[in-house]
């Protein structure tokens, strides 16, 4: 039973470009959440979402940064025009149902130079 | 807001000491708590979570935390740590209203020495 997935496991960006971090959550599990985790810093919730339909959202920067999760395929995190301070590693999680136990994936180490 | 706080940022202890890493949290209602670890290179792995029930929790590896509700606490601890326990170590709590978010703490970072 595969863990969590995210993709790629590094991402190196120059500032201004776009960053797409994608996730694929356990097998039937239908709820992501992204959270990230700055240098000396613990994780930081930014958004939770469902299939097609983002949850809350209160922990989401309101320029720049946007989540999806569709019908099919992964749950993407994007990030537009990204600066330095971007940078950091971004993990996703899931869970079976909500209030259940999130089990995290790998995570994504996003560099910008 | 709800906030975690973790007692110590970074502990170093011997092979065969034992363990105890602090965590508070600040919510006053209903809680779910958990450890989490990451060993070095890797992901976030769960150790153990307490919904309800009997305080005393026993997770993978030897550990074990107390919820204890009137000091808010949920104490991670291990009798006698092993070098492969070195990684960090974060305490969580997600509350009774939402469930949606889980409000990490800092994280301690455990070194053993061999």
């Known amino acids: 039973n595969a863990g969590v997935m995210q993709n790629p496991r590094h991402l190196v960006r120059r500032r201004g470009q776009e960053a797409r971090l994608r996730c694929s959550p356990m097998k039937g599990h239908s709820h992501v959440y992204w959270y990230r985790q700055l240098p000396e810093e613990g994780l930081k919730f930014m958004v939770y979402?469902?299939?097609?339909?983002?949850?809350?959202e209160s922990g989401m920067p309101k320029e720049r940064f946007s989540a999806e999760f569709p019908k099919e395929g992964p749950s993407i995190l994007r990030i537009q025009q990204v600066v330095r301070g971007d940078s950091a590693a971004y993990f996703c999680?899931?869970?079976?149902?909500?209030?259940?136990?999130?089990?995290f994936g790998p995570g994504t180490r996003l560099t910008v130079l | 807001a709800q906030s975690v706080s973790q007692h110590n940022h970074h502990v170093i202890l011997s092979e065969a000491a034992s363990l105890e890493l602090g965590c508070n949290y600040s919510y006053g209602g209903t809680v779910n708590l958990f450890w989490y670890v990451q060993y070095p290179g890797q992901h976030l792995q769960l150790l153990l979570k307490y919904f309800s029930g009997d305080p005393l929790v026993k997770g993978i590896k030897g550990f074990e935390a107390e919820f204890i509700k009137s000091k808010f606490s949920f104490n991670l601890r291990k009798p006698s740590v092993q070098w492969s326990d070195t990684a960090e170590y974060f305490c969580a709590v997600n509350e009774g209203t939402s469930y949606d978010k889980v409000i990490f703490g800092p994280g301690t970072s455990l070194s053993v020495i061999p």
């Open positions: 979402l469902q299939k097609e339909n983002i949850i809350d």
């Open positions: 999680a899931s869970s079976i149902s909500h209030g259940d136990t999130q089990y």
